[in-house]
């Protein structure tokens, strides 16, 4: 049975909608071009409550999230948002996710859709004979995310709040963590909003309406998960399930950075071997032609396949086709300029670094104002 998140009925009747992860979600409002423009000029509210959220708490939290994240839990201030990945033993990345630390003793864990109950178990596997509790809060609370260069505008009174930062408010007498965090490349919040149930829906409602009325007082818009691909694709952002997979690491995937090698973590051990050498590598690339490249299309160099298309779509910034390929790296040695098969015609691209806009103009850490 398909479900539904508990802001469902305050945009069934406005929103072209569409199945994701076993969820009915709001695929656009107005058009994913026009919501992706507004989240990138002025501000746009995104549902995201079909996200896993997992509190974690015990007198050994600590130590079990050290041993199962990438991330050093260890080392992060309470305060902190994390992001980072839950590896297997090949050092495949089961999921990727943020970590908020509450306390030594407590902890919210943000994960994807798709891999929540998958998460759960593997967690509470590895977390035999240790002193920790693992809960599944994703249905006794919402999750809201509003991001653009106005969200600080919309939510000024955590604008001092810094980035991947979270500070715990208060909404109609119920917890909220409020935190500067997204994933769409531009600045914003993360709201997770607690004590809202199916059951029991109104106060999450009425919190979404507010805020859309704000929002829309900017000149921004709701918007819908297709809006949300092409933004975090822009960004540079992965998605786990197309992208990233257990079959791929952190390393394979550019991610380094959110790896703490000097710490023992499952999969750590493939990792130090791979930061020496990776046999393929996930890269941005741009259309040099006409056409918009899919997942699972081949790329191709000097007519031999050379890789795949994990994701891809149509830039609104750029005004071309973009996508994520994971291709070889004795190939990625050679060449910059690939060919992509689409529908049967080759179409030229180039590799391209992450963020494909200027972070000059777009995204957080924009100092001009956007051309658009």
Not at 36 to 65: P, Y
Not at 91 to 102: E, N, P, R
Not at 295 to 323: C, D
Request: glycine share 8%; proline share 2%.
């Amino acid at each position: 049975m398909v479900k539904q998140t508990q802001l469902f009925p305050a945009y069934r009747d406005r929103a072209k909608l569409t199945e994701f992860a076993g969820y009915l979600m709001p695929l656009y409002f107005k058009g994913i071009i026009e919501e992706t423009l507004a989240v990138r000029n002025a501000v746009g509210i995104f549902d995201v409550s079909h996200m896993g959220r997992i509190k974690v708490s015990g007198k050994e939290s600590t130590v079990f999230l050290n041993r199962l994240l990438t991330a050093n839990i260890e080392k992060g201030e309470v305060g902190r948002a994390m992001y980072g990945f839950m590896c297997n033993q090949q050092g495949g990345i089961i999921d990727d996710l943020i970590t908020y630390k509450l306390s030594d003793q407590n902890y919210t864990i943000v994960v994807n859709c798709a891999n929540r109950e998958k998460d759960i178990s593997w967690m509470k596997s590895n977390s035999v004979g240790l002193d920790v509790s693992i809960q599944d809060v994703t249905d006794q609370s919402v999750l809201l995310a509003v991001q653009g260069p106005l969200a600080a505008e919309v939510l000024d009174r955590f604008s001092d709040l810094k980035r991947f930062r979270f500070t715990m408010a208060n909404y109609d007498g119920n917890e909220m963590m409020v935190a500067r965090t997204g994933y769409t490349g531009e600045d914003g919040f993360e709201l997770m909003l607690e004590g809202v149930t199916h059951a029991n829906p109104d106060m999450g409602l009425r919190f979404y309406s507010e805020l859309v009325e704000r929002i829309i007082r900017r000149g921004g818009s709701e918007a819908g998960l297709g809006a949300r691909d092409t933004l975090r694709l822009e960004a540079g952002l992965p998605l786990h399930g197309q992208d990233i997979a257990e079959d791929v690491t952190p390393i394979e995937a550019g991610l380094n950075r959110f790896l703490d090698l000097e710490k023992s973590y499952i999969g750590s051990e493939v990792h130090r071997i791979q930061n020496q050498s990776v046999q393929r590598r996930l890269v941005g690339l741009v259309a040099k032609d006409d056409c918009i490249p899919r997942a699972h299309h081949k790329v191709y160099l000097n007519g031999v396949e050379a890789g795949v298309v994990t994701s891809g779509t149509y830039s609104p910034i750029l005004k071309k086709g973009i996508a994520m390929a994971m291709i070889q790296s004795e190939a990625l040695n050679r060449s910059n300029i690939f060919e992509i098969e689409v529908r049967g015609k080759m179409c030229k691209a180039e590799i391209h670094q992450f963020p494909f806009y200027d972070v000059e103009v777009y995204g957080y850490r924009r100092k001009q104002q956007s051309k658009l």
